[in-house]
């Protein structure tokens, strides 16, 4: 069964290191997601699993086997690539039909096997079209079911849905986990949209610069992120710097650059430790007293309005209102801004600065 | 303001009013397509009228004398049949040759690149002269070096291994550039579905392929079908050609029997009619199936395919194509410099060499002169009006006289102004009117291909602001399409630098520099002309490195 199982894995360009010594396992019938801004070395590493790229150092397993060696062909894996790659001279079914055909497996089944998988990405109706007569979103479903055909329980999905329009792609990452689901394939989907890593994995592994960053399930990267980098890249966040001024169990209390003072709840630092306090915007919320601020802008989202604030503190604040309360703010307004002391999270201020910690780069 | 400065001021807008004038510019073009059509197409296939208005002669002078009918279709089946199995080998070395230097990365992949244009370098009379040496059975006046291979007698193998020479060149580049543009995902993706390497190739990047497959048989099968004085001097080094004779080659040595045996008028318009039609017969059929014929790939064999994709079999390929490129196409190109080195001397006189070789430069400037200033715009017109009918119509035109093979050209040309005083006797004039013929598309498709990849916005934008379409074109588009015309001229250049089977079918007594490489070939003067075919050699290579540069700055 296939487990991916990489061990110190490491790609180097010169002396460019795009991938830097990753282990990772990933369970057989997972879907795993490689989340990361653009040149991290997410695409590196599944082309490494596919076998496209050699690594430099460290080993890749697929169901227990050494790959070192092992051509693209026989790794017995799907792959669905970002610019969809359709053979532009074969048609859908042809397109669908092409890895049992390559395998010299009779003429009824490679039809069978085409029709199996087009009905199953609801296109048989498409059939003998040519990939160039399809929209973006058809095209890359084809794409799926041609990886599908293959039979294997290893699907790689290398930014499979960057291509397609925004509305398309919301609709095709449910069929995505819905049909892998289905058919119990282990699944490595690399992408750089949290949104979309979030709605579908089982665990999301989160890279910067060639390393692995954490990982975890969706929920635990949002709502335990063990660094900045991870608390901003996933879901919003606003950070305030400051020191702890008196640490205990229950509530510990933070002096921020202004003076003024905030309350968390987990706070696993001595007092006077610089600490940076990460509070998603949907639990700050406007009240009679806490932090002094200055609404700097008003937006309209649609089911809510964000507004952002600039504090004393001089930390920048964004907190969001519902629709019906939004006639009650202006721009250069003054609030008060309370912090869910539960949802807050403590991280050590970091030496280089939290744009240096958060850059995605 | 002084009045002086005004009035010219005045004058200079006059004159960019008057060619920027509707009336003006419908007249401009007009001289354009009419130049065209006059002096290109007209001409160039002008003979094929030959077959309705004197239908009688041939009759009589070709159908009803066997053994010239014999000549001519010994002479038309040799040339189609060396041009169709010189491409076919083209094909298969080529194509892997393409690969390499599309697909891999290696150490010294420049300097090999350079190596396969180098035999563009040598004009086709220094390398019939070259091939011969290397491969053929010379006679011993020739003075052939110990080490050639000299194993051949048969003319026919002489000839297939010389036009391999020159035309594999442009096959390896017409497959390269074409392999270039398919996205390699196709066949990553293909070896993702289980294909071998092979097999994705085979049933993927092949089909995908066709376009630049029949870019390149055109150009093979053409230049083959041309080429004369490359083909005369092999014939006339190696020792029993026999009576061997190609299409273009029995039209130089007809022509030159012409003035004192007017029967062969006929004979040389049918062999030339054929030439025509069948070449452009070739080209209609071939672009119809590569287009509609779908590539037996239906089935796989897995287990062969893995094979061939793996271990030594790849390396094989890769080492044999390598092989191939140095054994057939570069040693023999360069053979020629080991003769003068191991001949003794044997120089009479070099005047005739360098009056020759002064008269082939005023000829190949005049007519690259004539290529631009006639050219550019017809490529304009071309690119800018590719949707509609009329250009469309003429892009197909422009390739017709790059099919014909330009002994037929030629000889088609010189007929077509004998008729016209003043015109038909002059040698000078008809042997430029023949090279610009057949140079002229050479100029258009570059700039066309340019110009059309040049969005017309920029033009528009000019426009806008209040450009004429005149200043328009020199002060925008001008400077972004410079380095194609050079890049045509250039070819346009060297081409009629090279050119025999044309120069010898209009006037068969011209002295332009191949013409008088062959001369000498055939008086015996082996050592002279190996000299005279070196020193045009350099002069080639020389306009090569520039036109690599030039293009190398445009891409870059």
């Known amino acids: 069964m296939p487990e991916v199982v990489l061990r110190g894995v490491s790609k180097k360009y010169g002396k460019v290191v795009a991938v830097d010594d990753i282990s990772l396992t990933i369970k057989d019938g997972e879907y795993v997601t490689i989340l990361?801004?653009?040149?991290?070395?997410?695409?590196?590493?599944?082309?490494?699993?596919?076998?496209?790229?050699?690594?430099?150092?460290?080993?890749?397993?697929?169901g227990g086997k050494d790959m070192k060696g092992v051509?693209?062909?026989?790794?017995?894996?799907?792959?669905?690539?970002?610019?969809?790659?359709?053979?532009?001279?074969?048609?859908?079914?042809?397109?669908?039909?092409?890895?049992?055909?390559?395998?010299?497996?009779?003429?009824?089944?490679?039809?069978?096997?085409?029709?199996?998988?087009?009905?199953?990405?609801?296109?048989?109706?498409?059939?003998?079209?040519?990939?160039?007569?399809?929209?973006?979103?058809?095209?890359?479903?084809?794409?799926?079911?041609?990886?599908?055909?293959?039979?294997?329980?290893?699907?790689?999905?290398?930014?499979?849905?960057?291509?397609?329009?925004?509305?398309?792609?919301?609709?095709?990452?449910?069929?995505?986990?819905?049909?892998?689901?289905?058919?119990?394939?282990?699944?490595?989907?690399?992408?750089?949209?949290?949104?979309?890593?979030?709605?579908?994995?089982?665990?999301?592994?989160?890279?910067?610069?060639?390393s692995v960053m954490e990982m975890g399930s969706p929920e635990q990267l949002y709502t335990k992120p063990q660094n900045m980098f991870t608390a901003n890249f996933i879901g919003e966040t606003n950070f305030f710097e400051g020191w702890v001024k008196e640490r205990a169990d229950g509530l510990s209390k933070i002096e921020l650059r202004d003076g003024s003072e905030m309350s968390v709840a987990n706070c696993p630092f001595d007092k006077g430790t610089a600490i940076v306090v990460s509070v998603r915007p949907e639990f700050v919320f406007p009240f009679t007293s806490g932090l002094h601020a200055k609404i700097t802008s008003i937006t309209y989202m649609g089911t809510y309005w964000r507004i952002s604030t600039e504090a004393d503190s001089e930390d920048e604040v964004e907190l969001d209102v519902p629709v019906a309360d939004g006639s009650l703010y202006k721009i250069g307004q003054e609030v008060y801004l309370m912090v869910n002391r539960k949802a807050a999270i403590v991280f050590p201020r970091p030496r280089e600065g939290i744009a240096e910690a958060i850059s995605l780069e | 303001?002084?009045?002086?400065?005004?009035?010219?001021?005045?004058?200079?807008?006059?004159?960019?009013?008057?060619?920027?004038?509707?009336?003006?510019?419908?007249?401009?073009?007009?001289?354009?397509?009419?130049?065209?059509?006059?002096?290109?197409?007209?001409?160039?296939?002008?003979?094929?009228?030959?077959?309705?208005?004197?239908?009688?002669?041939?009759?009589?002078?070709?159908?009803?004398?066997?053994?010239?009918?014999?000549?001519?279709?010994?002479?038309?089946?040799?040339?189609?049949?060396?041009?169709?199995?010189?491409?076919?080998?083209?094909?298969?070395?080529?194509?892997?040759?393409?690969?390499?230097?599309?697909?891999?990365?290696?150490?010294?992949?420049?300097?090999?690149?350079?190596?396969?244009?180098?035999?563009?370098?040598?004009?086709?009379?220094?390398?019939?002269?070259?091939?011969?040496?290397?491969?053929?059975?010379?006679?011993?006046?020739?003075?052939a070096p110990d080490f050639s291979l000299a194993f051949i007698t048969s003319p026919f193998m002489l000839i297939i291994l010389l036009h391999v020479v020159f035309s594999y060149p442009y096959m390896v580049r017409s497959l390269s550039a074409i392999l270039e543009q398919i996205d390699q995902t196709y066949e990553t993706a293909g070896r993702t579905l289980g294909a071998s390497k092979f097999t994705a190739a085979r049933t993927i990047t092949l089909p995908l392929f066709r376009a630049g497959l029949v870019t390149g048989i055109i150009l093979c099968l053409a230049r083959s079908l041309s080429e004369t004085g490359g083909t005369m001097i092999a014939l006339s080094t190696m020792a029993n050609a026999g009576t061997f004779e190609?299409?273009?080659?029995?039209?130089?040595?007809?022509?030159?029997?012409?003035?004192?045996?007017?029967?062969?008028?006929?004979?040389?318009?049918?062999?030339?009619?054929?030439?025509?039609?069948?070449?452009?017969?070739?080209l209609v059929v071939l672009k119809l199936m590569v287009m509609k014929v779908r590539l037996p790939a239906g089935k796989v064999w897995p287990k062969w395919e893995r094979t061939l994709s793996r271990n030594w079999v790849p390396k094989l390929k890769d080492g044999s194509a390598i092989i191939f490129l140095f054994i057939f196409v570069l040693i023999p190109s360069f053979f020629i410099f080991s003769y003068v080195l191991v001949s003794p001397s044997a120089i009479t006189e070099w005047g005739t060499f360098w009056n020759a070789l002064i008269y082939s430069f005023i000829?190949?400037?005049?007519?690259?002169?004539?290529?631009?200033?006639?050219?550019?715009?017809?490529?304009?017109?071309?690119?800018?009006?590719?949707?509609?009918?009329?250009?469309?119509?003429?892009?197909?035109?422009?390739?017709?006289?790059?099919?014909?093979?330009?002994?037929?050209?030629?000889?088609?040309?010189?007929?077509?102004?004998?008729?016209?005083?003043?015109?038909?006797?002059?040698?000078?004039?008809?042997?430029?009117?023949?090279?610009?013929?057949?140079?002229?598309?050479?100029?258009?498709?570059?700039?066309?291909?340019?110009?059309?990849?040049?969005?017309?916005?920029?033009?528009?934008?000019?426009?806008?602001?209040?450009?004429?379409?005149?200043?328009?074109?020199?002060?925008?588009?001008?400077?972004?399409?410079?380095?194609?015309?050079?890049?045509?001229?250039?070819?346009?250049?060297?081409?009629?630098?090279?050119?025999?089977?044309?120069?010898?079918?209009?006037?068969?007594?011209?002295?332009?520099?191949?013409?008088?490489?062959?001369?000498?070939?055939?008086?015996?003067?082996?050592?002279?002309?190996?000299?005279?075919?070196?020193?045009?050699?350099?002069?080639?290579?020389?306009?090569?490195?520039?036109?690599?540069?030039?293009?190398?700055?445009?891409?870059?």
């Not at chain 1, 973006?136 to 294997?152: C, D, I």
């Not at chain 2, 920027?20 to 001409?43: A, D, E, H, Y």
């Open chain 2, 1 to 143: 303001m002084t009045k002086v400065n005004r009035l010219a001021e005045g004058r200079k807008k006059t004159l960019l009013d008057l060619v920027s004038g509707r009336r003006f510019r419908t007249g401009w073009k007009s001289f354009i397509i009419l130049f065209f059509i006059i002096f290109v197409i007209l001409p160039t296939v002008w003979i094929l009228s030959y077959v309705v208005t004197d239908w009688s002669s041939i009759q009589t002078e070709v159908f009803d004398k066997p053994e010239i009918m014999q000549v001519i279709t010994d002479a038309i089946i040799a040339s189609f049949e060396i041009a169709i199995i010189v491409t076919v080998i083209d094909i298969i070395v080529g194509l892997p040759m393409a690969w390499i230097m599309v697909r891999k990365e290696f150490k010294g992949k420049q300097y090999l690149d350079t190596l396969i244009d180098m035999p563009l370098a040598v004009p086709t009379a220094a390398l019939g002269f070259s091939c011969a040496i290397f491969w053929a059975v010379t006679p011993d006046k020739v003075n």
């Open chain 2, 363 to 556: 000829i190949a400037g005049i007519v690259t002169a004539i290529d631009i200033v006639l050219g550019v715009p017809m490529a304009l017109y071309i690119a800018r009006g590719h949707s509609l009918k009329f250009p469309q119509f003429l892009d197909v035109l422009v390739n017709v006289p790059l099919i014909v093979p330009t002994a037929a050209l030629g000889y088609s040309l010189g007929v077509f102004w004998k008729g016209v005083p003043g015109i038909g006797s002059l040698d000078f004039v008809l042997i430029i009117m023949a090279h610009v013929a057949f140079t002229y598309p050479l100029v258009v498709r570059n700039v066309a291909g340019a110009v059309e990849e040049i969005d017309p916005s920029y033009e528009e934008t000019a426009r806008t602001l209040g450009a004429k379409p005149l200043q328009a074109f020199r002060r925008v588009l001008y400077p972004m399409i410079k380095a194609s015309i050079l890049a045509g001229a250039i070819m346009a250049f060297t081409r009629s630098l090279g050119e025999t089977g044309a120069t010898l079918a209009v006037v068969s007594s011209a002295n332009t520099a191949p013409v008088y490489i062959v001369n000498l070939i055939k008086a015996d003067q082996f050592y002279l002309a190996a000299m005279a075919c070196i020193v045009l050699i350099i002069v080639s290579y020389i306009f090569m490195l520039a036109l690599r540069y030039v293009t190398k700055r445009r891409t870059d």
């Open chain 2, 246 to 282: 190609t299409g273009p080659t029995i039209i130089g040595k007809w022509k030159a029997l012409l003035s004192t045996n007017p029967d062969l008028a006929a004979p040389l318009a049918f062999v030339s009619i054929l030439l025509i039609v069948i070449s452009l017969v070739l």
């Open chain 1, 71 to 210: 051509e693209i062909e026989d790794r017995d894996l799907g792959y669905v690539f970002q610019n969809i790659a359709l053979f532009p001279n074969l048609n859908v079914a042809d397109n669908v039909a092409y890895s049992p055909r390559v395998k010299d497996r009779p003429a009824e089944e490679q039809a069978a096997t085409a029709k199996k998988y087009l009905e199953l990405v609801k296109l048989l109706d498409r059939m003998s079209m040519l990939p160039g007569e399809l929209c973006g979103g058809e095209q890359q479903k084809v794409s799926l079911a041609r990886a599908l055909a293959t039979g294997s329980k290893l699907l790689l999905l290398d930014e499979p849905l960057s291509a397609l329009d925004a509305r398309v792609r919301m609709d095709l990452r449910y069929d995505l986990r819905r049909l892998v689901k289905q058919l119990g394939i282990t699944t490595v989907h690399v992408t750089h949209d949290q949104e979309e890593a979030m709605s579908v994995s089982d665990r999301i592994v989160l890279m910067r610069k060639g």
């Open chain 1, 36 to 62: 990361g801004p653009s040149g991290c070395g997410k695409t590196t590493l599944i082309r490494m699993i596919a076998g496209i790229i050699q690594p430099t150092e460290g080993q890749v397993f697929i």
